[in-house]
């Protein structure tokens, strides 16, 4: 239950654009996951290299494409 | 949303992606991604990486021979000779996987240069770029566009190919591009100084 409990409630910590540059610097590709979570035509104009497209409304059906133990950083 | 599905670590970049300020990629997810099926070995990335990096080598050869700018002609000389490093790095790595594998003539002789790095092809891309570059950081921005749209290349060959060893591949070849965009980008910062 506690397990469940710590699950709905982990954090989301808001960085800005330097910490986020500096955190894909420090870690490997392949360590996290950078999230878009806009439209494909707003990806398409410009996006952060490297960005999974899945946008808001697919999200709650696309967890499965997502590592849960890999840190996200979304945008 | 992420966070109350068993995301462990979850960061949201405030204010998005306007308040980004590095590079962006632009283009669709397919862009480019049929130069690859899912299922390359990780010597078949090697090499198609191989190839684009001497294309873009060869584009960098090719602008020295439309200016005099001495600056320009130095950069361009820079840029070209940091691919062939990078050309020499995916070569260590084709060694460390295939010790035993074919001399650096037999697998240059394998390799396409014909599409640069980001996909773009080199003829295509002279003629239609070539009136932009005559100055130093216009051709240290444009490296810059070529090397983002490469490590979003990259990353997004990684997403599809169904081989974990080749994905592994492509990831450390991204984080080579990450290493080279940053050396750009602070390239780019002395210019400007």
């Given at each position: 239950m506690f397990e469940t409990i710590k699950?709905?409630?982990?954090?989301?910590?808001?960085?800005?654009?330097?910490?986020?540059?500096?955190?894909?610097?420090?870690?490997?590709?392949?360590?996290?996951?950078?999230?878009?979570?806009?439209?494909?035509?707003?990806?398409?104009?410009?996006?952060?290299?490297?960005?999974?497209?899945?946008?808001?409304?697919?999200?709650?059906?696309?967890?499965?494409q997502l590592d849960p133990e890999k840190p996200v950083i979304v945008y | 949303m992420l966070a109350g599905q068993g995301f462990k670590e979850v960061y949201n970049l405030s204010g998005g992606?306007?308040?980004?300020?590095?590079?962006?990629?632009?283009g669709p997810v397919e862009l480019n991604l049929e130069m690859v099926r899912e299922d390359e070995t990780p010597e078949a990335i090697i090499k198609l990486a191989y190839g684009m990096e001497q294309s873009l080598a060869s584009f960098y050869r090719s602008m020295e021979?439309?200016?005099?700018?001495?600056?320009?002609?130095?950069?361009?000389?820079?840029?070209?000779?940091?691919?062939?490093?990078?050309?020499?790095?995916?070569?260590?790595?084709?060694?460390?996987?295939?010790?035993?594998?074919?001399?650096?003539?037999?697998?240059?002789?394998?390799?396409?240069?014909?599409?640069?790095?980001?996909?773009?092809?080199?003829?295509?891309?002279?003629?239609?770029?070539?009136?932009?570059?005559?100055?130093?950081?216009?051709?240290?921005d444009l490296s810059m566009m070529l090397e983002t749209q490469a490590l979003d290349l990259y990353l997004r060959f990684a997403r599809k190919t169904d081989n974990n060893e080749t994905k592994t591949m492509l990831f450390r070849i991204a984080d080579e591009e990450k290493a080279h965009l940053s050396s750009l980008g602070r390239l780019r910062e002395e210019k400007t100084l």
């Open positions: 699950k709905l409630f982990t954090p989301v910590e808001s960085i800005d654009a330097q910490q986020a540059r500096a955190y894909m610097n420090e870690h490997a590709e392949g360590s996290f996951t950078l999230l878009d979570v806009r439209q494909p035509a707003e990806y398409k104009t410009a996006h952060i290299p490297g960005a999974t497209l899945v946008p808001l409304p697919k999200l709650s059906d696309s967890y499965d | 992606i306007m308040a980004w300020d590095g590079g962006v990629a632009k021979t439309r200016t005099k700018d001495s600056e320009l002609l130095k950069l361009l000389e820079l840029l070209a000779s940091i691919e062939d490093r990078h050309k020499q790095y995916l070569l260590e790595l084709y060694k460390s996987i295939e010790p035993s594998g074919s001399s650096r003539e037999v697998f240059e002789a394998d390799v396409s240069a014909k599409i640069m790095e980001g996909g773009f092809d080199g003829d295509t891309f002279i003629k239609k770029n070539e009136k932009f570059l005559h100055s130093v950081l216009e051709m240290i």
